[in-house]
């Protein structure tokens, strides 16, 4: 891509003095005018070499070359060449209290403050109003049709098209994938996930007893010839991926890898469940298709929610359960599963007068500083050798510490009311026992924040193995 090779180069005059650090790079509309590239082109060029650590967005100011560390590697991921099916055990996080830790750097959700609290509220009062004497009513257990068709539409903007009778509305994200895991798996059959993996998904996996595979992570996504092993082998009964900037890492899978992926769905007719509670939560404004899109056979059970991009106390997501549509209704019917309906037309509303979709651009504008803020500041304050995770949206960042004793930190932590989460958390394996989780979604400018991570780094001296 051009906006890559103009990144390249960029490197390279910064690599040989050409562009001096803590130099100001040219304004967008020069570098477009530079080059004869478009703005979009210039922009994306200044954006990834900010994600690769080479220049640091001021605002109101510009952008500027970034004095370089030795720390630019990203976190080393394992090769797992044992396959080895395990059960894993519920591990619960943390305590967190909100009252003692209002700002937590383990939770991935972002400032309260940025909530569209009095949007909301107008659309919750237009909703109750809406229903009237229909409140008397069971919420349909497929979900209200005027939501379905909203998040029809709303996603049809971005090339991704379904129909409001394919899509089912859950309570969340976890709720929707543990349908999706109940119709695909029956208790003992192996699943098999990323690894590193969100320790939700193994606390859920665990609780449902169910196996795992762990299935090594690379760089444009996962080893997908490790996953088609297993699917020849016939270890797995379905596959649960986070496909857009994933969780631990933040990092996509490529369209080519999510193209592969429903390609081995298909073929070995193993459901794919795909967790994309991060998808519209990009550093770019472009949001990336998920698996789903290219799943005309309906083996990929595509999974979403608002709790990341709205509100975490809004419990409602949706799934689409592709050709198990009507065992995935079957199951929730038998459950009386069924969303309150002022909370699904209240969202609904919300979509329909545009306001999601500005809530969106602010939020992704935002990540993106909190993104590079925390990254240089992590560059700044850690020991050397050390690796960041490089992003591609969401509310965290994946952090390796050489020699690192995090059982000792997570201790350490909890005395000073830190919430962290910390590497063997992601695995069933004992793996990644020198990196931690930060969440990057509390605004890094305030002392409050400044405050836990001075506290979090002076832990991580303290916490360094002889």
Known sequence: MRYKQLAQQCIQQIESGQLAVNSKMPSLRNFKLLHNVSMTTALNCYQHLESLGWLLAKPQSGYYVVQQSIMQGKPNTPTLVNFKSI?????????????????????????????????????????????GSLLSHY???????????????????????FSAEQCVVTHGCLDAIRTAIEITTEVGDAVAISSPC???LLELLGVMKRAVVEIPSVEEGIDLEQLQKQMQLGTIKAGLFCTSHMNPQGTSMSALQKQKLVELATQYKIPIIEDDVYLELGAQQVIPLPAKHWDSEGYVLWCGSISKTIAAGYRLGWCLPGRYLDAYLRQRLFANQGVTSPLQLAIADFIERGDYANHLKKIRLYLQQQTRQYIHYLHE???????????????????????????KLKQLARQNNLDIRIGDEFS?????????????GFNMATTQINSKMLCLMELITTCLKE
């Open 198 to 200: 969100f320790s939700g």
């Open 428 to 440: 069933t394996l004992g793996l990644y026992s020198d990196c931690f989780r930060l969440n990057i």
């Open 139 to 161: 919420p349909d257990p497929q979900g209200e049709l005027c939501l379905r068709e909203n998040l029809s539409k709303h996603f049809q903007q971005v090339d991704f098209h």
């Open 381 to 407: 304050h850690l020991p050397v050798n050390s690796k960041i995770s490089h992003p591609t949206g969401g509310f965290v960042l994946w952090v390796e510490v050489v020699k690192l004793n995090t059982g």
């Open 87 to 131: 059960t894993t055990q519920p591990q619960l996080p943390s305590p967190y209290n909100p009252f003692v830790d209002p700002c937590p750097l383990g939770i991935a959700r972002y400032d309260p403050e940025l909530m569209p609290i009095v949007k909301l509220q107008q659309s919750v009062k237009r909703a109750i109003k809406q229903q």
